[in-house]
Structures are given as C-alpha cells and as structure tokens.
C-alpha cells in the first residue's frame, strides 16, 4: 500500500497496542475504517464530478464546430440551385 509489509504493519499495530491500550484499540480502529471509507467515497464522488465536467467542456468544444458545418452544408445547398438558374440562364441565352 505505502511500501508498508507485514512485519512493519505487525510492528505499528503492537506499538499501537501499547499506547493506545486493548480497550480502546477496537474503537480507533473502526473509526478509523469509517473515516477512510468516506475519504474514499468523497474522492470517487470528486473523480465522477471531474470527469463529468470533462465531458461538458468536450460537448462545447464540438458543438460550435457542428454549427459551423450545418452553416456550411445550408450555404452550399442554397448556392447549388442557383447555379442550376444561371445554367438554365445561359443555355436560354444561347438558343
């Protein structure tokens, strides 16, 4: 976990024992587990928040992109039949 084996954790939790006392060993310890659950809780709740705002940020990136080529493909099908009226245009001209 942090480089700690078990002959070091063995060590920790017997000085602990000492200092601590057996009496309250049990409760420091279950505070303790509950304190790092919510630790944990609370950083998976962070990463979710991140990566949630993540994929926003992206949405907004493309969606001025995906306008911009909607405007394009409109421009385009509009100039299209008016180059069909110039055509017919010309070809009236030359009859």
């Known amino acids: 976990m942090f480089g700690i084996g078990m002959p070091e954790m063995i ?6 024992l000492i200092v601590i006392g057996p ?3 049990p409760e420091l310890a279950k ?8 630790f944990k809780k609370a950083s998976e709740d962070f990463q979710k ?16 992109q995906q306008v911009a080529t909607a405007e394009k493909v409109h421009v385009d ?4 039949p008016a180059q069909t009226v110039t055509a017919e245009k010309k070809d009236s001209a030359h009859s």
Do not use: F
């Open 49 to 64: 928040n991140v990566q949630e705002e993540s994929r926003k940020s992206e949405e907004k990136e493309a969606a001025p």
């Open 23 to 25: 009496s309250k060993l």
């Open 77 to 80: 099908t509009t100039a299209q």
């Open 31 to 38: 505070s303790l587990g509950k304190g790092l659950a919510e």
């Open 11 to 16: 060590i920790i939790l017997v000085i602990a």
